[in-house]
C-alpha cells in the first residue's frame, strides 16, 4: 500500500516562530488532508488539499503532486497550535482507503 | 448540526467480553469509518462504508465487525475483547463523490482499555 512520512517527527518552538511540516507519499494520491490532533484528542481538519496551494489565517498548505509531496507551514504559531499534525491521503490504487503518516508532534512554547 | 457523535466515551473490558461502540452522524455523509489510534502512532483504518449497505475492511480489520443499515449510523462491535484492542476509536465521515471523499469530520473518539 502507500506509505506516508511526515518530518520532522518532533518540533519545539517558541511563540511567535514559523515552522514547515512535511508529508511525502509513495504514491500518485486524489486525496490529501492535513489534520491537527489536539492535546485533548480532537481531530480536526486543516486542509482538503490533493494539489496545489491554500491558506486558512496562519496556516497554509502546499501539494506539489507530480514530486509527492506535501507541506504545512504554520506561521506566527501560538501555544495553541500545540499538538500532533497528520498527514493522510488516499492512492490512486487505494480505492478509497485513506492512509495516515505518523505525525508531526509540535509544541509552542510561551 | 451534531456533526459525528460516538458512545460510549470511556469503556474497560475484561478479555473475551464484547461490546458495540456507536457513532452518528448528521450530515447526511455517504462514507464512514473506524480508525484505532496506538501510542505514538498514526490512525490506521478499520472498517469503512461508502453507503447504507456498503462496507469493506480497511488496513487492521480482524477482531472487529461493522454494518451500515442506515446513512447516520455506523457501529463497531468487538466480538471477543483482546488487550491488544486496548486503543482510542475515532470514527469519521465525508462526503463521498464518485471514488473521492471530501474533508473528513472525526467523533471525539472513544477510549477502550481491555483487561
Known amino acids: 500500500g502507500i506509505q506516508v512520512e511526515q518530518s520532522p517527527p518532533d518540533l519545539i518552538l517558541q511563540e511567535g516562530a514559523n515552522s514547515t511540516l512535511r508529508c511525502n507519499f509513495s504514491d500518485s494520491v486524489n486525496n490529501l488532508q492535513w489534520f491537527h490532533q489536539n492535546p485533548w484528542g480532537q481531530l480536526i481538519n486543516l486542509f482538503y488539499i490533493p494539489s496545489g496551494t491554500k491558506q486558512n489565517g496562519r496556516l497554509s498548505a502546499t501539494t506539489v503532486a507530480t514530486e509527492r509531496y506535501s507541506l504545512l507551514y504554520i506561521s506566527s504559531s501560538q501555544t495553541t497550535d500545540s499538538g500532533v499534525y497528520f498527514c493522510?491521503?488516499?492512492?490512486?490504487?487505494?480505492?478509497?482507503?485513506?492512509?495516515f503518516g505518523e505525525g508531526t508532534q509540535l509544541t509552542v512554547n510561551p | 448540526n451534531a456533526g459525528v457523535t460516538q458512545t460510549p466515551k470511556f469503556q474497560v473490558l475484561k478479555t473475551g467480553q464484547s461490546m458495540t461502540l456507536q457513532c452518528a452522524q448528521d450530515m447526511n455523509h455517504e462514507y464512514m469509518s473506524w480508525y484505532r489510534q496506538d501510542p505514538g502512532m498514526g490512525l490506521r483504518l478499520i472498517h469503512y462504508?461508502?453507503?447504507?449497505?456498503?462496507?469493506d475492511q480497511g488496513e487492521v480489520p480482524n477482531g472487529y465487525n461493522v454494518s451500515r443499515s442506515t446513512t447516520e449510523d455506523f457501529p463497531l462491535r468487538l466480538l471477543s475483547a483482546a488487550p491488544s484492542q486496548t486503543s482510542v476509536y475515532f470514527c469519521?465521515?465525508?462526503?463521498?463523490?464518485?471514488?473521492?471523499?471530501?474533508?473528513?469530520?472525526f467523533g471525539p473518539g472513544t477510549r477502550l482499555l481491555v483487561l
Open positions: 493522510a491521503v488516499i492512492g490512486e490504487t487505494s480505492g478509497s482507503r485513506l492512509t
Open positions: 469519521a465521515s465525508s462526503r463521498f463523490l464518485g471514488p473521492l471523499q471530501e474533508t473528513q469530520y
Open positions: 462504508s461508502v453507503g447504507a449497505g456498503i462496507t
